[in-house]
């Protein structure tokens, strides 16, 4: 019997329980009006749906009945075959039957003993894992189809308690299911409702509805139409697509021999191509064509797809293609219409909204229809009227209705993974009824279920970045990046390859902030970029290197950026085809702001990757600096310091978090210091500097034209701090000082045990350098102010030097949180095991007690793989169960989040840090107790709920004459 089950509860094969042995059913070949037969479809729940059935192979009910192959009302059917993918032996129970009805072969009829086993409950228990687990080790695979023995279904063991048990479990689970199925049904219905939303704020939108002033009736030079076209703002007019742009059809395939020397092969788009987040480049099909029709329709960035034919509802779906290949044309099949724009009067992005807005009726009054497909013309697309806004007004448009998209997407994302758990929350409770642990199940009461209208208070909003079209952001990182890989073989680094990229991007933008016509800012008093194009051969190396040189001499910015600067680049060649790439990338002030920075992000993401030269020591991941600046939710009024800024990865993400979160009435002084000194980083290195700077530049944080940069260059630990901070974010460098400077500033190298750095204001002299960076940021903080410190394992739980440290920080820090951290998140050290420790410096108290109370350790590692290159949004349930802008009282213990005394800390022995939260090691894909699978969707829809509260209070109007209601 298996170990762990109840008093009284035992395990039998379904052999024991059958009234009669198993019977299979019948296949063959259809009789005209035959007795229905079902399908497999029909076992898809616990219930059997007589409704999936076609005529079957009996005559007539009598011969059915006669060899024993009709069903009735406490039959179980179980499934004994399927193709891949198929669940076998999957079971359902009839409960009533409207008239004779077999089943196939493909099945099995089990009747049971009643008296021994209920049959739903012998469903439910059907269901369970340790059943399932029985079955695939017993089916047997050919041909591409599985199977399993009759006799095999009978050697199955399931758990079987008392009658009357079996009784309470059906009562419980049907309790918790419909709970489950209710809440289930409310999420859907939000997400039902997030979709109306979503459709009404780009309808509005694109029909420029969200503006308060006057609205003109549509010119009628926009053509003849089926109904009234909507009024539109002024300065707005109505044009027919085929005035914007060029509209043609894919081509058709011929059949000519594949030997063809006038044909080429090319990706051909068919309209379910154009759905999905991304295009499926390894699901779009091939053809052959000849080579100029291929090259005549061939597919660009910017083009807009439509769908010409198919099903009424995907009918005039519109999709901008925004890929490139230099390996394979691209061309639209016949199915599929290509516009493509022949000026800039309309963005391609706002076209496809309008088309898949309020342009779809439009379109699909204007095809034609046969019985379940439809089809539109070229003249009925050409003819399509289109709202046209003026140009300058369209890329502020385009970016609010694409945020509010992005940002309903995240809502329906965070619901739609919660929905996903909702079969987990039946698993995990049909487990545990099934173990006898489940609790009865209880009507609701006021006290507990009922929630009063106005009761509930709206969490804390943590809305999400400002949104970016990621493959292209993607496309232009790696256009920065192509000259990179055959330059390793003159021996560049990533890191100096980072470095003359920077060099060329800032006077790229140097030059187009020069030439703008409004708030024109000339910082270099030249047009050094354009100069770079006068120049060949030696003469440009001269000229540039020249350059660099006196820019360096510069101060502020500038200077910062090219103190020290080099030309690596020693091939005029290599020098020449890296200004053309940079020169051809996207405008990097101008025409698109909000993409530059994500872009430069991309980039460094991809300079971190250089492993030969550890270049990653000083990145951190992104999604590990998200999590930690959403856990500290710097503000306004906060002094930010890094002192080991590697390229400004907290620095730049805590400047877009205050953004984001700004309240409204913030004086422009307090907000001008934020590029004034409120946020500021030390970094060591000088390549590492500048490239910190150009991001924090890129990111808004820096003025091209500042007098002082945010980067200083410098040895953090040499001297103690001149100016306190409120909050301190890093991710210190490893290993042991190498050289030292005293508090004095003299070096002093004479033996390894001079190595130790000493400073009057730190607790212990050591050549540990993350000890030494624990110990300069307390110094760095002011009374109250809070810090998150990026440290290796040995930190925790090193002797000696480290042992006091750690009982120095517990005693004079509020250390609140421990997050372990899986494998993989150093980028610079592989294999390194890295955690975050979270802390505030508090006063001294006056009974000499230390000022932790308690230690919460949050382990993302136990019984979790390493970290790939990306660690993804795995840190999205630490954020949730941190519950930034709470105390830590409020938590909420599980099996992976635990509170530690600070008495406790302090009586073991070396006040060891090196804690986990007890996590019991679980058999691989283990279902989880049924309580914490509930409380991880109310953590997902929570999050949905923050976000969504965001958006409502983003959707309400400002109150003013004209919008002001009573009520």
Wanted: proline share 7%; net charge neutral.
């Amino acid at each position: 019997m298996r170990a762990g089950l109840p008093s009284g509860w035992t395990e039998v094969p379904l052999g024991e329980l059958l009234r009669e042995p198993l019977a299979g059913g019948r296949s063959g070949q259809a009789v005209p009006g035959g007795v229905p037969v079902l399908r497999l479809p029909a076992l898809r729940s616990a219930t059997a749906d007589l409704a999936e059935s076609r005529e079957g192979p009996w005559a007539s009910a009598a011969e059915a009945e006669a060899a024993g192959h009709l069903i009735r009302p406490g039959d179980i059917l179980m499934s004994r075959n399927g193709g891949p993918g198929a669940q076998i032996g999957r079971a359902a129970l009839v409960r009533e039957t409207t008239g004779p009805t077999t089943y196939p072969g493909t099945m099995v009829r089990v009747r049971i003993d009643e008296r021994l086993i209920d049959p739903e409950y012998l469903v439910l228990a059907w269901a369970s894992r340790a059943v399932r687990r029985q079955i695939e080790s017993s089916v047997r695979q050919g041909a591409g189809m599985g199977h399993i023995a009759a006799r095999d279904l009978e050697r199955v063991r399931l758990p079987l308690p008392p009658r009357s048990e079996q009784e309470r479990i059906k009562t419980s689970l049907a309790f918790w299911f419909a709970r489950v199925d209710d809440e289930e049904a409310a999420v859907r219905d939000i997400l039902r409702r997030v979709e109306d939303l979503r459709a009404l704020v780009i309808d509005r939108g694109v029909l420029g509805h969200t503006t308060n002033g006057p609205h003109a009736d549509p010119e009628s030079s926009a053509g003849a139409h089926h109904a009234p076209l909507p009024a539109v703002p002024e300065g707005w007019r109505w044009a027919t697509l085929g005035e914007l742009a060029e509209v043609v059809r894919g081509p058709v395939a011929n059949s000519r021999r594949a030997d063809d020397p006038h044909e080429v092969e090319v990706g051909s788009l068919r309209p379910a191509e154009l759905r999905g987040e991304r295009w499926a480049h390894e699901r779009i099909p091939t053809v052959r064509l000849d080579a100029r029709r291929a090259e005549a329709t061939r597919l660009s960035p910017g083009d807009v797809l439509f769908v010409l034919s198919g099903q009424p509802d995907s009918l005039g779906f519109a999709r901008v293609w925004e890929q490139d290949s230099s390996h394979r044309t691209y061309v639209p099949n016949h199915h599929v219409a290509r516009v493509r724009m022949t000026g800039d009067a309309l963005h391609p992005r706002l076209l496809a909204l309008y088309a898949n807005g309020p342009g779809r009726s439009w379109l699909r009054g204007a095809a034609r229809s046969t019985v379940g497909l439809a089809s539109l013309g070229l003249d009925q697309l050409r003819q399509t009227p289109v709202p046209v806004p003026p140009l300058a007004e369209q890329g502020t448009l385009l970016a609010s209705l694409e945020a509010w998209n992005s940002g309903l997407t995240s809502v329906t994302a965070s619901t739609e993974e919660a929905l996903a758990m909702a079969d987990r929350l039946r698993d995990g409770c049909r487990e545990q009824a099934l173990a006898g642990r489940l609790p009865r199940g209880a009507a609701p009461s006021s006290e507990n279920d009922v929630r009063l209208k106005g009761a509930v208070t709206v969490p804390p909003t943590t809305p999400a970045r400002r949104p970016v079209n990621r493959p292209e952001v993607e496309r232009q990182a790696q256009h920065l990046w192509t000259s990179f890989p055959p330059l390793t073989d003159d021996g560049l680094t990533a890191l100096e390859y980072g470095e003359q990229v920077t060099y060329l991007l800032f006077l790229k933008t140097a030059q187009e902030l020069r030439r703008r016509p409004l708030n024109r800012v000339d910082v270099l008093g030249r047009d050094a970029w354009d100069e770079l194009a006068l120049h060949e051969g030696t003469e440009l190396i001269q000229h540039y290197g020249d350059l660099l040189a006196e820019l360096g001499e510069r101060g502020g910015v500038v200077g910062r950026i090219f103190h020290k600067a080099q030309n690596r680049l020693r091939r005029p060649l290599h020098l020449q085809n890296l200004i053309q790439q940079v020169g051809e990338g996207l405008p990097w002030w101008d025409e698109r702001p909000e993409w530059r920075a994500p872009v430069f992000d991309a980039f460094l993401a991809r300079c971190a990757q250089d492993h030969r030269t550890a270049a990653g020591q000083y990145f951190t991941h992104r999604e590990l600096i998200d999590a930690i600046v959403a856990c500290c939710r710097p503000t306004v009024e906060d002094t930010i310091v890094d002192p080991a800024a590697g390229t400004g990865g907290f620095l730049v993400r805590s400047f877009e978090h205050i953004a984001r979160h700004l309240p409204p009435g913030v004086p422009p002084d307090q907000r001008e210091q934020l590029a004034h000194g409120a946020i500021r980083g030390t970094e060591l290195v000088d390549a590492t500097a500048r490239l910190a700077t150009m991001n924090l530049f890129l990111h808004g944080v820096e003025r091209i034209d500042g007098n002082r940069a945010a980067i200083e260059v410098r040895d953090s630990l040499a001297v103690s701090p001149r100016r306190r901070a409120t909050l301190v974010l890093t991710d210190p460098p490893m290993g042991q000082r190498r050289s030292v400077t005293s508090s004095t500033g003299t070096s002093d190298l004479h033996g390894a045990e001079e190595l130790a750095l000493a400073r009057p204001d730190f607790w212990e002299a050591t050549s540990h350098q993350q000890l030494n960076f624990i110990q300069h940021v307390y110094t760095l903080l002011e009374i109250g102010g809070r810090a998150a410190v990026v440290v290796p394992d040995g930190v925790l739980f090193m002797k000696g030097a480290g042992e006091r440290v750690r009982r120095q920080l517990l005693k004079q820090c509020d250390v609140h949180t421990l997050l372990r951290l899986p494998i993989g998140f150093s980028a610079g050290f592989s294999g390194v095991k890295l955690n975050v420790l979270f802390f505030e410096k508090a006063a001294a108290r006056p009974d000499g007690s230390p000022a932790t109370r308690q230690l919460w350790v949050y382990d993302a590692r136990t019984g979790h793989t390493a970290v790939a290159d990306s660690p993804g949004s795995g840190l999205d349930a630490f954020v949730a169960a941190y519950r930034p802008g709470h105390p830590p009282e409020t938590r909420a213990a599980s099996r992976v989040f635990k509170p530690y005394s600070v008495d406790a800390l302090l009586a073991t022995p070396g006040a060891n840090l090196d804690l986990y939260a007890d996590l019991r090691e679980e058999e691989l894909g283990a279902v989880s107790e049924p309580h914490l699978i509930a409380q991880q969707i109310s953590e997902r829809l929570e999050d949905a709920w923050r976000r969504f509260a965001r958006l409502a209070k983003e959707l309400t109007p400002p109150r003013d004459a004209r919008t002001f209601r009573s009520g």
